[in-house]
């Protein structure tokens, strides 16, 4: 059954309560409000008559909601791009290479998924050399480095160091040595350098390469008085919390030479594929009329991206413009609108005027005349927010190019916004449009301002008088969010929250100003042990009870019994007993035997080391957010 979608639920006895109000205020001479009297009679008759108008409106189509929405100025928000780096390696260091802006990589397809495609955002050309200027330091103690200075740009590049060294000695794991590689950024400031690949097990096998991808902050800085670029090598201090196994050399590598050569490179992509040469089809010669594109969404059209008409009779293809809105195109201006979300090309209408004549708002292409797009890119949404590694296969070869990979996650992919929501923006912002004086007004506006943000908060000035700011806290957009979510997920970038600010100063009164933090979260760490049913399949019941908890407890997400909902409200604890109905909804659930709550720290994951209360208060301005949750099932002995 398709859901019931309600313009208006204003209904026959709200119109009539509420015409009785009115009559004490506007008619207090008029004392008989009995069902007998003949002005209630009308009342009744029209309200009557206004509830059957209602039904009509609320029976109208999705697709003349648009059209709706467009008249009051909202047109639902189109997808947005994940965007990722890759990482090209070259099939011989040092050769060089040149990757075209445009060029393809896609994820494998499965049985159950479709390919994932993204495409260069710009030409990649890969240097034949970078030039190693000097080396020295040592490895010898915790503290020391092997620095090595270059001459030419390295920010971005994936450099092969092949190392001539003893072998070291000591209690050291190979696949997780003491070491550390780092870039220089600026004065006394660096930056983890991702090490790709290291053939010399930390310098324990001795000699051999050792691949490093520097990152693209990599600046040029003196370093006792000589400005190169530079990469080093740091011994860490296991036993003292820089991470890993512990483990130290007793004898450290005596490095006699180091060589270096451009492995690979990276540069930006983003979730696209592009299409060529599509036909729409054969115009009809009539006004108004829309194709549809076999791929949707469409990405903004770049230069060149257009829609071209060929006549009957004619080999070539005249290119038409893409314009905004109609309203100053002429009967002969080769004008076409294109629909991002929906995928379709539309022409200029005719509008019948007063005096009975037609105008034509662009040109129509000729009854016969053949259609296509130049060329256009469909892609977007949530299912670019592919996994890091997850990009490996390149569509076409590329000269040089021995393999490609994401070396991290993509982000930034949102799904295009439902018709709900633009209903819902669309209310709000015909309230209060170019204000921003409510807490709900700020809240509204942030929203608006970008669809990478998940949830706005409005908390006001931390303590009352003139000149506060009023604080907003923002939530970011996460896909997939019922899982556990880190505290970097959870943060704003610099970036958004430099455009949110742009966006908002626009809105604010004179005399406010305006506070952008993340939100404020309470991490809290479920230990479940539950007595699952003799059939039961305990893997299956473990899985789903910390899927559950991770839901519930999700500032974008929980908040409901039922399952994903809008995220936990502002403010609101949480009690221990609505745990364990959330924990006896799972099937094969039995009993169970033990519920702890724990408080976390949502940034450093660490734990406290007492369950708290039965209750968990929040502070009228925090959500919850789940810390790592430990469930353990098991069958009755």
């Not at 109609?326 to 294109?338: A, I, K, P, T, V």
């Not at 209310?427 to 449009?433: D, K």
């Not at 006001?460 to 996460?478: D, I, K, M, N």
């Not at 301005?621 to 002995?637: F, N, P, Q, T």
């Amino acid at each position: 059954m398709l859901p019931e979608i309600l313009l208006d639920d204003v209904r026959f006895q709200e119109l009539v309560s509420e015409a009785r109000t009115r009559i004490v205020r506007h008619a207090p001479e008029w004392t008989e409000h009995n069902v007998s009297d003949p002005g209630i009679t009308l009342i009744e008759l029209y309200a009557w008559l206004t509830e059957l108008l209602v039904y009509r409106i609320n029976r109208i189509p999705e697709r003349l909601h648009f059209g709706l929405l467009a008249l009051v100025g909202v047109e639902p928000r189109p997808p947005e791009c994940a965007s990722v780096p890759v990482r090209f390696m070259l099939d011989q260091p040092g050769g060089g290479g040149v990757v075209p802006a445009g060029s393809e990589i896609a994820s494998p397809r499965t049985a159950g998924s479709e390919s994932v495609v993204f495409q260069t955002a710009e030409e990649l050309v890969v240097p034949h050399e970078c030039k190693l200027a000097s080396n020295g330091g040592s490895l010898s103690s915790v503290g020391d480095a092997l620095l090595l200075g270059f001459d030419s740009p390295i920010a971005g590049l994936v450099i092969q160091l092949r190392v001539e060294s003893s072998r070291a000695e000591g209690s050291v794991n190979p696949g997780d040595p003491p070491l550390k590689w780092e870039a220089a950024v600026g004065d006394d400031e660096w930056e983890p350098a991702l090490l790709v690949s290291d053939e010399t097990g930390g310098f324990t096998l001795g000699g051999g390469s050792i691949t490093v991808h520097v990152p693209d902050a990599a600046a040029e800085v003196r370093i006792e008085g000589v400005k190169r670029r530079w990469l080093r090598c740091r011994v860490l201090d296991r036993a003292h919390g820089d991470g890993g196994d512990h483990g130290a050399y007793t004898k450290a590598p005596e490095i006699t030479s180091v060589d270096a050569l451009i492995a690979g490179a990276t540069v930006e992509a983003y979730h696209a594929a592009t299409v060529s040469g599509e036909l729409l089809g054969t115009s009809e010669g009539i006004p108004g009329a829309t194709y549809p594109l076999p791929r949707h969404p469409v990405l903004t059209p770049e230069e060149g991206e257009v829609v071209e008409v060929r006549e009957l009779g004619s080999d070539e293809w005249v290119a038409w413009q893409q314009v905004e809105s109609f309203e100053f195109s002429g009967r002969s201006d080769r004008h076409f609108q294109l629909d991002t979300a929906r995928g379709e090309v539309r022409f200029g209408p005719a509008i019948r005027q007063p005096d009975g004549g037609w105008r034509r708002y662009g040109a129509v292409p000729p009854g016969g005349a053949a259609l296509r797009m130049s060329r256009y890119r469909h892609g977007g949404g949530s299912a670019g927010n592919v996994a890091a590694r997850a990009l490996s296969i390149l569509p076409r070869p590329l000269q040089g190019i021995e393999s490609a990979t994401n070396p991290v996650a993509a982000t930034g992919g949102v799904e295009p916004e439902s018709l709900d929501s633009a209903r819902e923006r669309a209310r709000l912002e015909i309230r209060a449009r170019t204000r921003a004086v409510t807490s709900e007004d700020f809240e509204r506006l942030t929203l608006a301002a970008s669809p990478q943000v998940a949830r706005a908060v409005c908390v006001g000035p931390e303590e009352a008088g003139f000149g506060r700011p009023v604080r907003v806290h923002v939530l970011p957009t996460v896909e997939p969010a019922d899982r556990l979510l880190e505290a970097e997920e959870l943060t704003p970038s610099a970036e958004l929250m430099a455009d949110l600010a742009a966006s908002l100063e626009e809105y604010r009164l004179l005399g406010t100003s305006i506070k952008l933090l993340p939100v404020r979260l309470r991490g809290v760490s479920i230990v479940v042990d539950v007595r699952a049913s003799p059939r039961a399949d305990l893997d299956r019941v473990q899985h789903d009870v910390a899927h559950a908890l991770y839901i519930y407890l999700n500032p974008l997400i929980g908040g409901s019994p039922a399952g994903p909902a809008e995220g936990w409200p502002l403010g609101r604890s949480l009690n221990q007993g609505e745990l364990f109905g959330i924990v006896y909804e799972i099937p094969g659930v039995e009993f169970v035997n033990i519920l702890r709550m724990y408080e976390t720290d949502v940034r450093t994951g660490e734990q406290s080391p007492q369950p708290t209360d039965s209750r968990v208060v929040l502070a009228s301005d925090e959500l919850i957010a789940s810390g790592r949750h430990i469930v353990k099932a098991s069958h009755r002995e």
